[in-house]
């Protein structure tokens, strides 16, 4: 059987897996049903392998294989196949020359890193260009920079980079040999040391796993599992709520408090009360700052906070607080406030922890790598527990 028959095979069964009604070969229109399925044929030169049409139009388009090319189309437009000629697609290789300019910012560089002449990389990306209906790079004499289009376009292109090179990692590794990238979004933890030591455990026995680390807020990762652009995430929250979400709790938890100056007036405490932050210059996590657990520690001191700075990454308002600006609520063990870094950092009082999740999308169907960590911190959840 071919690779291209077998990535057919695949992406079918994935795509069925997320879908309660079957297939079908009548042409879809507007339903009440969350989602719909279709199979159509195209010219004989490229395979449709099928249509998903959802309420919400960020997620209906077309997943095509075109010369071992994994291609999505957005078709939010589209409520019936009647009369619809097929549109352009774009290739995974046009979308690695346009990340490669991207990269070195140069079409010279970019075609000396893909072992081409320019010309006909810049015609693949004028042609690009022209297929999406937008400039994507603005030329300059010293080189070239990503428009506000290209910008949004290089994160959809990423994914669909990163995706193809999954399916080929997952089709060609067998049981025995298992490869492939593992993407993990997370939240800033000192719990990502526990999923640290499981990976290099995983390592002894499948070499051939790699690992992408993405980082940002609980709002970033569960747009990342939701777009399919990470395998797993790790929230800190008090609750995985998402009935489309799978989950194992780490057992740790990390400890609320305040980063500070060390020479600020606060780090003579040795733990800090809702009373003691009224009216301080206060840096906050952005999700927390619109309601969590967190500002329900706050109680009635609530409307009297003043909140000079929200944040998504504790290192960068720590750099904020290292320089007098004000005091940045975080999690312990992010930030390093050893002897001579600066900074300190006091628990609040009353005592809040935060607990953790790893969690990841059930709707989407895990590579055998991903199978093989979620597996290995499975065991090592169930070790700590007995």
Known sequence: MSAQIRIAFWLILCIMQCISLPASTASPARRR??????????????LIVGMLLAQNKRYRGVIRISNSYLIYEDISNWYTFSDQKERG???????????????????????????????????????LETELGVTLFDRGRKGVTLTEAGMRFMERAQEAVDLMGQIKSDMTSSDSDISGEVRIACGESDAVAFLA???EELRASHLGITYRLLS????????????????????????????????????AKDTWGVLMADNAALAKLSHITPDNLVGEPLL???????????????????????????????????????????????????????????????????????????????????TRAVEAFLEAMRAAIEGVAR
């Open 33 to 46: 049903s969350r989602y719909s399925f279709s199979s159509i044929a195209f010219p004989s030169h490229s």
């Open 284 to 366: 906050l996590p952005y999700r927390a700052s619109m309601g969590s657990d967190l500002m329900t520690w706050f109680k009635d001191k609530r409307e009297s906070l003043n909140v000079v700075a929200t944040y998504d990454l504790a290192y960068n308002a720590s750099r904020f607080a290292k320089e007098g600006f004000g005091y940045v609520v975080a999690l312990d063990g992010i930030v390093d406030t050893t002897e001579g870094s600066g900074l300190t950092f006091r628990p609040l009082a009353p005592h809040l922890e935060a607990c953790l999740f790893l969690v990841w999308n059930r709707r989407r169907r895990p």
């Open 89 to 127: 697609i774009v290739d995974i290789r046009t979308m690695q020359y346009f990340l490669a300019i991207a990269q070195e910012g140069s079409f010279k560089k970019a075609a000396e890193h893909l072992h081409m002449t320019q010309p006909p990389l810049s015609r693949q990306i004028q042609d």
């Open 197 to 199: 030591k499981v990976a």
């Open 216 to 251: 940002g807020d609980g709002e970033f990762v569960t747009d990342k599992l939701d777009r399919g652009a990470a395998d797993i995430g790790l929230l800190v929250t008090s609750s995985i709520n998402n009935a489309d979400y799978g989950f194992m709790e780490i057992p």
